[in-house]
């Protein structure tokens, strides 16, 4: 059986979790959390970075940072995550979802000002696949309007727009090291990355409970107290520990993906008119890190047919998202802005190959062998 995601591991993890055992202190912002964090300012160029117990929380802590009240309007992309909308509607905004462009499934940059009104606090830009939303545009937009631009940067770990990092360029960016992503903390995990200095030190505040602790524990103030609203999203050292093992091997984790992305990309790209298939389209300037390979299919009963047949071979293929407009929340908290040319169509003929650090050569090679036959038999 081949599994469509495994856990990264690199093999040193237990070796950090031993040392971070060993340490007097297991709880949030010990050395390896420091560690880690000063490893993403140093590659990033960020103001600061925070690590969070998940993607999801760092996007909760975002909704927070730019102070969203009930009914003030938050624009995304219906084709994304769950998290995407509910750390807005959790603070009581309307989510109003955008297009997606036909070609990188990321939110259409040139549908997103006419979604803008009077009420419309922020854009969040979700990174497809690791591969880049039109940021000079999005940004350009969003301080026209004197809005904010968040990244959902999830999967974009490693991924470059025009050579520069993503979650580099929207106000506040968001990282997830959940265990199906290119890098895991072991199992959960995110991180929040801070481009703007007067936000970054209302996050340490956040963060600490709504505490200036952080302040109070570098000698800043003599007390510590409850100074604004805030949660508990600190992770543990043991989390840190897994991820500092996973971040001395970060490149040769993305080499290792964009290796089997590029075996699967050069088998079936000659047959993409045959076959009648989209596959993966990568603008130029961007640069990806390999964490989706995916298959659009002319409509769903083929793709349904697809991942019947790669599942009786012992193959596990995936498809997602139920668009969000359409989800019983979603209905309920969001709507819509103007046509859904492409999001539904995305959602029903997509398909996401097995793509995994660990997975072996010969697991590819079945892959590939499987989905040859299948079109052998299908076009
Ligand atoms: C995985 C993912 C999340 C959630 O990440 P967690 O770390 O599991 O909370 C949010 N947004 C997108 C686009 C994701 O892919």
């Given at each position: ?74 624009i995304m992309p219906s084709f ?16 109003v979802f955008v297009d997606i462009r036909p070609d990188t499934l990321n939110i259409d940059e040139c549908k997103v000002e006419a979604a ?7 854009i969040?830009a979700v990174?497809y696949?690791?591969?880049?939303c039109e940021?000079?545009m999005l940004?350009?937009v ?194 819509f802005h103007d046509q859904d040319n492409f999001t539904?169509k995305a ?33």
């Amino acid at each position: 059986m081949i599994s469509f995601c495994q856990p990264t591991k690199v093999g040193t993890e237990a070796k950090y979790i031993q040392q971070a055992l060993e340490s007097v202190k297991l709880s949030g912002d010990g050395a390896f959390s420091k560690k880690c964090e000063r490893w993403f300012e140093d590659s990033l160029g960020c103001d600061k970075a925070l690590l969070t117990p998940s993607c999801t929380q760092a996007l909760e802590m975002a909704a927070l940072l730019i102070n969203l009240q009930p009914g003030d309007e938050v624009i995304m992309p219906s084709f994304t995550f769950v998290s995407t909308a509910n750390a807005f509607v959790l603070r009581g905004a309307k989510v109003v979802f955008v297009d997606i462009r036909p070609d990188t499934l990321n939110i259409d940059e040139c549908k997103v000002e006419a979604a803008i009104n009077s009420r419309t606090k922020a854009i969040v830009a979700v990174h497809y696949a690791g591969v880049s939303c039109e940021m000079d545009m999005l940004r350009e937009v969003a301080d026209r309007n004197s809005i904010y631009l968040i990244e959902d940067a999830a999967q974009a770990i490693g991924s470059r727009y025009i050579q520069r990092p993503l979650g580099t360029f929207g106000h506040i960016g968001c990282y997830s090291f959940h265990d199906t992503k290119n890098i895991t903390s072991g199992g959960e995990g995110g991180l929040l990355i801070l481009n703007d200095v007067s936000l970054a030190e209302r996050a340490e505040i956040i963060r600490e409970k709504g505490t200036n602790r952080s302040q109070f524990t570098r000698g800043e103030v003599g007390k510590y107290t409850w100074v604004d609203l805030g949660s508990s999203y600190l992770p543990s050292e043991l989390q840190a520990a897994y991820l500092w093992a996973q971040l001395q091997e970060a490149s040769y984790i993305c080499a290792t993906r964009k290796a089997i992305w590029l075996r699967y990309d050069e088998a079936f790209r000659p047959y993409k008119d045959k076959w009648q298939v989209l596959l993966p389209e990568i603008p130029a300037h961007c640069e990806h890190n390999a964490h989706i390979y995916h298959f659009r299919f002319r409509d769903q009963e083929l793709r349904d047919r697809f991942i019947a047949h790669l599942l009786q071979q012992g193959i596990t293929a995936v498809f997602h998202y139920v668009p969000l407009h359409s989800s019983v929340a979603g209905k309920k908290f969001g709507v819509f802005h103007d046509q859904d040319n492409f999001t539904t169509k995305a959602s029903q003929t997509l398909v996401r190959l097995p793509l995994f650090f660990n997975m072996t050569y010969d697991e590819v090679s079945q892959v590939v062998s499987t989905i040859m036959s299948f079109f052998e038999e299908h076009s």
